[in-house]
């Protein structure tokens, strides 16, 4: 008899807790900004910027310092948080995607969404896409189970990009209502366009107004919710309670309210008591769009920004939540990167990856849950925009070998010896000293394991998705 009661306590504790949202998996949330600047938190050093959202998150959880990109821009970016993989190995290198091409993420590729979907979770993706605008390449064939979002970047119109207006940033930015009358940005869900042009002065409200009503509606199930936010990337917008005319605080207003929305998410994370079994992980896709001046963000401490193999371009501000789990205002300096992401939600989950394809993140789950131990990561491979290979990071020294272009004047002449560099990042962050001089043999030997590295991924990279002609 009392055999019986204490297993009908424990059927009814597990009940409880299965009604309280206390899944054994744990549940995991992405939210990624859009050219969004390493100095551009308040917890990463921004005195302009208020950020009280992500900075609680921060103070809650763990500050991820050495936090790298794969790519300096938008599309080869995003397809290596996904996937795992250098953007090279995948054939999503070569620049951004625009609404004329026919090319996309191959959905034979083994993503975030997809290794969480195998093992039963609930899968959304809610944002900026911009990994193939085809039905064959939209997030439900790449394992989310739903989608709302723009197909690319939001200065970019169905369907061809043409038409764009040729207004300054600051005239823009005045008139609100160009969202609309200026641009030819589609909406889209699942596979269909709902709303040509979006008004992007509300698409990041309503992004996150869909996480909200996803995470309550799987509250009692394991979720993934993937928020690719369009913003702050040109042109800017925002809702009309979070407005300031001023051209010159319009990158603020954008973030602040980035920052509320997420604070919004949170409170219905905590509120659902889905605290203690939920990840949720806040960063870039990569540096700030510094031309755009105050329509762009700040890399801080770090040189150039967007575009740039520079720190400025691929190192990112990152916030990692997880109460109970990740302990509580700590910060990891190692160097961390979107394509540890798939293998260490792997590692967090207690699941396998496929075996049939190499990826290049590592399980980085001991960082999340640690504040000791070494490192799974001694080097990192740099990238341009265009997935030209230009540099290496190995422990605290960086090369970089920047190719120059052909004399114009001239196309017969051979192009010019590349340019070499090599920081110290622990000393110079900024990469202000150039030490290939000081230390010619160990550039040598960097170059060497590069382009080493860089063979591999080459030799046996896998095709992206292609339209048929």
Same mark, same amino acid.
């Given at each position: 008899?009392?055999r ?10 597990a ?13 995991f949330v992405?939210? *990624? ?8 938190l308040?917890c990463f050093?921004?005195t302009?910027?208020r ?13 991820f310092t050495? *936090?790298m990109?794969?790519?300096p ?10 996937t795992?993989?250098?953007?090279k ?15 996309g993420?191959?959905?034979t ?6 290794q ?5 979770y609930?899968?959304?993706c ?15 064939q790449?394992?989310?189970d739903t989608y709302l979002?723009?197909p ?15 207004i ?12 609309v009358t200026?641009?030819n ?5 699942n ?8 008004d992007q ?15 309550k509606?799987?509250k009692?199930e394991? *979720? ?5 936010h ?6 800017l ?8 005319p001023d051209p ?12 509320a ?6 409170n219905t ?27 762009g ?17 691929q ?14 205002g ?7 990167a979107?394509?540890?992401m ?29 504040t000791d ?6 080097e ?7 997935g030209q290979?230009?540099g290496?990071r ?13 004399n ?16 110290d ?5 900024g990469?202000k000293?150039?030490?290939s001089q000081?230390?010619?043999d ?12 860089d063979?591999?991924?080459t ?11």
């Amino acid at each position: 008899m009392l055999r019986t009661r204490l297993a009908v306590l424990l059927l009814l504790t597990a009940c409880c807790a299965i009604s309280r949202g206390e899944s054994t998996k744990p549940n995991f949330v992405i939210i *990624f900004a859009d050219d969004q600047g390493y100095g551009d938190l308040g917890c990463f050093g921004s005195t302009k910027i208020r950020t009280p959202n992500i900075d609680q998150m921060a103070t809650e959880g763990r500050r991820f310092t050495n *936090f790298m990109v794969a790519s300096p821009v938008c599309t080869p970016s995003r397809a290596a948080l996904l996937t795992g993989c250098y953007p090279k190995r995948i054939g999503m290198h070569q620049h951004v995607l625009f609404p004329a091409s026919t090319r996309g993420l191959n959905p034979t590729e083994h993503t975030i969404a997809d290794q969480l979907k195998s093992l039963g979770y609930a899968t959304a993706c809610f944002g900026k896409w911009h990994l193939g605008h085809h039905p064959e390449t939209l997030p439900r064939q790449n394992g989310f189970d739903t989608y709302l979002g723009i197909p690319y970047s939001n200065d970019m119109n169905h369907p061809d990009n043409k038409g764009k207006p040729r207004i300054p940033s600051d005239d823009l930015w005045r008139d609100q209502a160009s969202a609309v009358t200026q641009w030819n940005t589609p909406l889209i869900e699942n596979e269909k366009i709902v709303e040509l042009p979006v008004d992007q002065r509300t698409v990041t409200r309503r992004y996150t107004d869909r996480a909200i009503n996803f995470i309550k509606q799987h509250k009692e199930e394991a *979720f993934f919710v993937y928020l690719p936010h369009s913003m702050p990337h040109i042109p800017l917008y925002v809702p009309e309670d979070a407005y300031d005319p001023d051209p010159a605080n319009a990158y603020t207003c954008v973030i602040e309210h980035i920052d509320a929305e997420v604070g919004r998410l949170m409170n219905t994370i905590r509120e659902l008591d889905l605290s203690d079994n939920t990840y949720v992980i806040y960063t870039s896709d990569n540096g700030p769009w510094l031309r755009f001046k105050n329509h762009g963000g700040s890399a801080g401490p770090l040189r150039d920004g967007k575009g740039t193999t520079f720190e400025g371009g691929q190192r990112v501000p990152c916030v990692m939540w997880g109460p109970g789990r990740i302990p509580a205002g700590t910060e990891c300096d190692d160097v961390v990167a979107t394509i540890d992401m798939l293998p260490t939600i792997a590692a967090l989950t207690n699941s396998k990856l496929p075996a049939d394809r190499k990826i290049d993140g590592m399980d980085m789950s001991h960082k999340l849950l640690d504040t000791d131990g070494d490192s799974n990561r001694d080097e990192y491979l740099y990238y341009s925009s265009q997935g030209q290979i230009e540099g290496l990071r190995q422990g605290k020294w960086k090369l970089l070998v920047k190719a120059k272009g052909r004399n114009r004047n001239n196309k017969k002449a051979q192009p010019a010896k590349p340019t070499i560099h090599l920081f110290d990042l622990v000393a110079d962050a900024g990469e202000k000293n150039d030490l290939s001089q000081d230390h010619s043999d160990l550039a040598s030997q960097l170059a060497a394991r590069m382009k080493e590295l860089d063979a591999e991924i080459t030799e046996n990279a896998r095709k992206a998705w292609f339209k048929k002609p």
